[in-house]
């Protein structure tokens, strides 16, 4: 009887160890796209979802209740030899396992924040889908994106060029009628929301103002950050990160940023904006790129990198710390082997303090850094060079311990968590 008792309770006593060494799979929902191919990780087990190879331009998106995965297909032939690839838009249902295509020639799709909704565009044409048919809801749209109580969105419409000048770029919103077959006009609820000036300054930089893109509502939604970028060759240099309140009555410059490292983000809880800061494209240099935070409404700013150092990417870890992907400064050099690769640093903004999580062998980087709250870990993507497209996905416990390679050449990647990021 003794020994009976004393095998239950070393069993007993196993137990969670048992429990803690369950894959990290098993607690993770993710889309990604690798080989060509639409792939998810649910339950521990990781499935390729679609049978035939494509080329996936851009991350797939999960619905806001985690029942659909939105993915795009670029088409294989041309619709004439002067035209552009056109993209499909699908979804998929992760509980029925059946894929619907949204659109033949769709771009920049969105999921309603709140239901099964995905607005597009077709050209100029803004569109949203119930998943069975699409409507027209407005002409001349640039970029957009859905207020958070999904009945509205936001959009932008560019600056035209006329003999006596640059007109100015508006932003407008759009309500969508409760029954989307009762739209009987494309303008009726559309509203001006706010005229941005023509020229905008930040300190001794100044920019023509074109187009507003990438709008991101803050946690409470009082607050839409957006860039706002001058002519397309200019714009590789130089656009401003912009604030406005969700009412469009206060509209602020932040400070000079360019697009190809990484976009600005809102913390996941506070009305903290991070960017990084500075001018010039990559090519010229990697310098001059600086880790910032803004508080709103008090515009309180922090400056994060230290000097003789400049940022790539980065991503919020809490309302208090965020991860970024950091390099010394160094000129550019066409010889892959002598640009820098970078390093992930967690930094605590309250304190400060910085430290270095990840140290990769030599030739390769470390980039893109992704926390996953429900689980306690950083993603990142480790390559040989900036430019290279093949990426592999790593992950570790927050602090950068027990990290391994967890997917390898993966493309996009989105992982389902039950709160925006």
């Not at 679609?50 to 995965?69: L, R, V």
């Not at 994106?145 to 100015?168: E, H, M, Q, V």
């Not at 991101?216 to 009082?222: I, L, T």
């Not at 697009?259 to 001059?288: E, S």
Request: proline share 5%; hydrophobic share 35%.
């Amino acid at each position: 009887m003794k020994k009976q008792i004393s095998i239950v309770f070393i069993l007993f006593l196993l137990m969670p160890t048992f429990a803690k060494a369950e894959p990290i799979e098993a607690h993770i929902k993710m889309a990604y796209i690798k080989n060509g191919f639409l792939w998810t990780m649910m339950n521990g087990k990781q499935e390729k979802q679609t049978k035939e190879p494509g080329t996936y331009p851009y991350a797939p998106q999960w619905s806001h209740d985690g029942k659909w995965i939105l993915y795009q297909i670029q088409t294989k032939e041309k619709a004439s030899s002067a035209s552009e690839h056109s993209t499909e838009i699908w979804v998929y249902n992760i509980e029925t396992k059946k894929h619907k295509r949204i659109t033949v020639n769709g771009t920049n799709p969105k999921w309603s924040p709140v239901e099964d909704l995905v607005a597009f565009k077709s050209g100029g044409v803004l569109n949203v889908s119930d998943l069975k048919h699409f409507y027209n809801i407005a002409l001349g749209v640039g970029d957009y994106n859905w207020f958070p109580d999904g009945r509205s969105l936001i959009t932008s419409s560019s600056a035209s060029l006329r003999p006596d000048g640059w007109t100015n770029p508006v932003l407008y919103k759009i309500t969508l009628e409760k029954n989307l077959k009762k739209i009987t006009s494309l303008t009726k609820n559309v509203k001006p929301f706010y005229t941005i000036p023509k020229e905008l300054k930040k300190g001794n930089i100044s920019i023509i103002a074109i187009d507003g893109t990438d709008f991101q509502f803050s946690p409470d939604g009082k607050w839409i950050s957006f860039i706002v970028g001058p002519t397309a060759s200019w714009s590789m240099d130089s656009n401003m990160v912009c604030v406005i309140s969700s009412d469009g009555k206060n509209f602020e410059v932040l400070d000079e940023v360019i697009l190809g490292v990484d976009h600005p983000q809102w913390a996941l809880h506070k009305d903290l904006i991070g960017y990084i800061a500075g001018g010039g494209r990559i090519v010229f240099g990697f310098k001059n790129k600086t880790m910032k935070v803004t508080e709103l409404p008090a515009y309180n700013t922090l400056s994060l990198t230290p000097v003789n150092f400049a940022e790539l990417g980065f991503g919020w870890k809490d309302d208090n710390a965020l991860y970024v992907s950091r390099v010394k400064e160094k000129e550019w050099s066409n010889e892959a082997i002598k640009r820098p690769d970078p390093s992930l640093f967690l930094i605590n903004i309250n304190d400060q303090k910085q430290t270095q999580i990840t140290h990769p062998p030599a030739g390769l980087g470390d980039y893109s850094p992704v926390y996953i709250p429900s689980v306690s870990k950083v993603t990142w993507l480790r390559k040989k060079d900036i430019a290279s497209a093949e990426e592999d996905l790593w992950i570790a416990d927050q602090d950068g311990k027990n990290a391994k390679l967890w997917i390898k050449n993966i493309g996009g990647y989105s992982v389902y968590e039950n709160q925006k990021h």
